[in-house]
């Protein structure tokens, strides 16, 4: 079993920064990648970014690209996501989610999902 458990989101200015960090337990070959989704009210979950535990490979929306960085800590088994230059576009919830194999974008490709937290950026 995984466990994921997200932390780190509050209200921030448009064109500032704020870093969500995951937290992970559990089996390490059935989280070798994890990635964060966004959700919206009235709007479908979407990827924003993933990660490979094994290898560092990474993933990103177009929507974030240049602005997202995620990254990992083997040692704390903890996954981050720090957001530059937010826009209010990117208000939501934020969601860490995990599964075995390699980096996918489909919500439908991740097993174990956190409980969330959320993100407000002003105008």
């Known amino acids: 079993q995984v466990q994921l458990v997200e932390s780190g989101g509050g209200l921030v200015q448009a064109g500032g920064s704020l870093r969500l960090s995951c937290a992970a337990s559990?089996?390490?070959?059935?989280?070798?990648?994890m990635g964060w989704f966004r959700q919206a009210p009235g709007k479908e979950r979407e990827f924003v970014a993933a990660?490979?535990?094994?290898?560092?490979?990474?993933d990103y929306a177009d929507s974030v690209k240049g602005r997202f960085t995620i990254s990992r800590d083997n040692a704390k088994n903890t996954m981050y996501l720090q957001m530059n230059s937010l826009k209010p576009e990117d208000a939501a919830d934020y969601y860490c989610?995990?599964?075995?194999?390699?980096?996918?974008?489909?919500?439908?490709?991740?097993?174990?999902w956190g409980q969330g937290t959320q993100v407000t950026v002003s105008s």
């Open positions: 559990g089996n390490t070959f059935s989280r070798a990648v």
């Open positions: 990660i490979s535990w094994t290898d560092g490979s990474t």
């Open positions: 989610a995990a599964r075995r194999g390699s980096i996918a974008t489909m919500r439908s490709g991740y097993n174990y």
